[in-house]
């Protein structure tokens, strides 16, 4: 389990912000880099969505064999590097870089977010509310337990969080529209009003705060 953790985690490293950055320059230089926030709300929606059909698939899959979701899981994974494989490469210009050190480039990196505070605002915000979601995540199942929701009915629930997510990623830009220049505050809001309604409502019915969560979460990667 510790390997499979690390193996995830370093994986998770070279993965985070490498589709961001293909994606954005690849509409910079198609003269469409102004549309990148509707584009990737839209393609992380495709995320959720696969996470909902998987919610649901998952139960019938692992009542057939307990190792055929990991098995098609895997399967999957494997599509997705010959996607990568295939892709076009950006055009962009390295003349910069192209003698510098792996260090030398982080180190500058480090300097320029902490010479502007509004990029090293945003780091922090999403560190912070990656940490604040992470943790409760973890006591979704417990409490749905915890308010007598049948075990049953656990994955048409996750199912239903995941629909709630990819449509809030799709609606990224009208969001931020709506929201500016308050936008992050309102995320914040969002999800500080979801924790407190939790712990006060010890009913079936306060899963339904858990939904102000996913929207959020759906909500993160395109904003941020």
Known sequence: ????????SIGTTFKSGSKQAVLYDTLKNRGRDEEFQKIFGEANAYSFYAQAVGSI?????????????????????????????????????????????????????????????????????????????????????????????????????????????????????DFVRLTKPRTLMVLSSLIFISVIALGMTKLWFGVGFIFLQKATRGLLNPVT
Do not use: W
């Open 1 to 8: 389990m510790a390997i499979a953790e690390l193996t995830f």
């Open 57 to 173: 698939a998952a139960r019938f899959l692992f009542s057939i064999n307990v190792n055929l979701p990991m098995i098609i899981s895997m399967r999957v994974m494997d599509i997705t590097i010959i996607i990568c494989i295939l892709f076009d490469e950006p055009e962009i210009d390295i003349t910069k870089t192209a003698n510098e050190s792996y260090a030398r480039q982080i180190t500058e990196s480090a300097k320029y977010i902490v010479n502007h505070k509004k990029v090293l605002g945003v780091i922090l915000f999403s560190v912070v509310f990656h940490y604040i979601y992470r943790v409760g995540f973890i006591f979704f199942k417990p409490y749905m337990v915890a308010v007598k929701i049948l075990v049953f009915y656990f994955g048409v629930i996750f199912f239903l969080f995941n629909i709630v997510a990819a449509q809030a990623s799709k609606r990224t830009a």
